[in-house]
Nanobody, 126 residues
Framework: QVQLVERGGGLVQAGGSLRLSCAAS????????MGWFRQAPGTEREVVAV????????YYVDSVKGRFTISRDNTRATVFLEMNNLNPEDTAVYYC???????????????????WGQGTQVTVSS
C-alpha cells in the first residue's frame, strides 16, 4: 500500500532551521505532485508548499515565502521542506501529501489529495 513517512520535526528556537523529509513508497512517485500542509491546534489545515512532479513548478503560501524551500528527489521518492528563520507562528503538525499530477487538490478547499502522511510535529519556541 501507499505510505508517506515524514521525518525531521522537533523543537527549535525562533530563528532556527529544520529540514523535513517525506519518503514515499507504493506509488509511482514521478506521477505525483507533492505538497506540505500544516495544522496548528484550533486552526484549519493549510497548504504550505507544493512542488510539481517534475520539480519545475513550486508554490508557497505567502507567510513562508523567502523562508521555506520545497524540493524533491525523484530517484529517492522523497520530498523535502527546508525551513529557515522559523518563528512561533510556524508551530504546527506538518503533513506530507501526494496528489496525482496536476495536483489540483492542493489549491482549493477541501484539500483532498490522494494520499496523506501521518504528520510530524514542529515546535518553535520564542
Amino acid at each position: 500500500q501507499v505510505q508517506l513517512v515524514e521525518r525531521g520535526g522537533g523543537l527549535v528556537q525562533a530563528g532556527g532551521s529544520l529540514r523535513l523529509s517525506c519518503a514515499a513508497s507504493g506509488l509511482n512517485f514521478r506521477a505525483y505532485d507533492m505538497g506540505w500542509f500544516r495544522q496548528a491546534p484550533g486552526t484549519e489545515r493549510e497548504v504550505v508548499a507544493v512542488i510539481s512532479w517534475s520539480g519545475t513548478g513550486r508554490y508557497y503560501v505567502d507567510s513562508v515565502k523567502g523562508r521555506f524551500t520545497i524540493s524533491r528527489d525523484n530517484t529517492r521518492a522523497t520530498v523535502f521542506l527546508e525551513m529557515n528563520n522559523l518563528n512561533p507562528e510556524d508551530t504546527a503538525v506538518y503533513y506530507c501529501a501526494a496528489d496525482r499530477a496536476p495536483g489540483s487538490s492542493f489549491y482549493s478547499k477541501p484539500y483532498e489529495p490522494n494520499y496523506w502522511g501521518q504528520g510530524t510535529q514542529v515546535t518553535v519556541s520564542s
